[in-house]
């Protein structure tokens, strides 16, 4: 089983509506967990990063974890277009070491 | 704020051939260092990760190798590149004590 799972979509949703994507983790041991954007052919964008159980907010976006289920969510408020990107969520561990997931392709439609 | 130097942009290189891909940082010191593969239409792979100087931790065994010879430069190598070694290369810097990781540009290799 892969530490961090990631449904890798695409999902489609239209313009205005609330995104709700989400990973599952394997391995109880991190630190914090991190989601990224990545518009094709360029690095990821770090958007915001969360330590523990409940919710962190940042404009429209929203991360949420749930230790016990072991489920990392980031929610994304009146959806734009400019939004349509692959979203990937990373978990860090004590060890310093970064892992991601396959990342999920969003496609916010006009 | 740290900014991540990664050259060439775009890379094709031949089946057989060496490989030394650069990553440089600026704006940190003493940061841990990633270099990460991307398939396409795939998540980020953790090549090597480095947390000083010459201190290496490779996570996949494969052709490629990593060296970090000055604190803020992480340099991913191959003798003989092979088919499968094709992707876009992603070098990442968290800053000691920082809790955001950033990444550069990255480089697309294409082996042909």
């Known amino acids: 089983q892969k530490e961090v799972e990631q449904d890798p979509g695409p999902l489609s949703v239209p313009e205005g509506a609330i995104v709700s994507l989400n990973c599952t983790y394997s391995?109880?041991?991190?630190?914090?967990f991190m989601w990224y954007r990545q518009y094709s052919r360029k690095g990821p964008e770090l958007l915001m990063y969360t330590y523990s159980s409940g919710n962190k907010e940042d404009g429209r976006f929203t991360a949420q974890v749930d230790k016990s289920s072991k489920y990392i969510s980031l929610f994304i408020r009146d959806s734009q277009p400019s939004d349509s990107a692959t979203y990937l969520c990373?978990?860090?561990?004590?060890?310093?070491?970064?892992?991601f997931g396959k990342g999920t392709r969003l496609h916010i439609l006009p | 704020s740290q900014t991540i130097h990664q050259w060439p942009a775009t890379l094709v290189q031949p089946v057989g051939s060496p490989l030394s891909l650069e990553c440089t940082v600026e704006g940190t010191s003493n940061p841990n260092l990633y270099w990460y593969r991307q398939a396409a239409g795939r998540g980020l792979q953790l090549l090597f990760y480095?947390?000083?100087?010459?201190?290496i931790s490779s996570e996949v065994p494969q052709n490629l190798s990593a060296s970090r010879p000055q604190d803020r430069q992480f340099i991913l190598s191959s003798k003989k590149l092979l088919l499968s070694d094709s992707g876009f290369y992603l070098c990442?810097?968290?800053?000691?004590?920082?809790?955001?990781?950033?990444f550069g540009q990255g480089t697309r290799l294409t082996v042909v």
């Open positions: 990373a978990k860090v561990g004590r060890d310093d070491k970064i892992i």
């Open positions: 990442a810097c968290r800053g000691k004590g920082v809790t955001e990781a950033f």
């Open positions: 391995n109880s041991a991190f630190q914090y």
């Open positions: 480095s947390v000083g100087i010459g201190q």
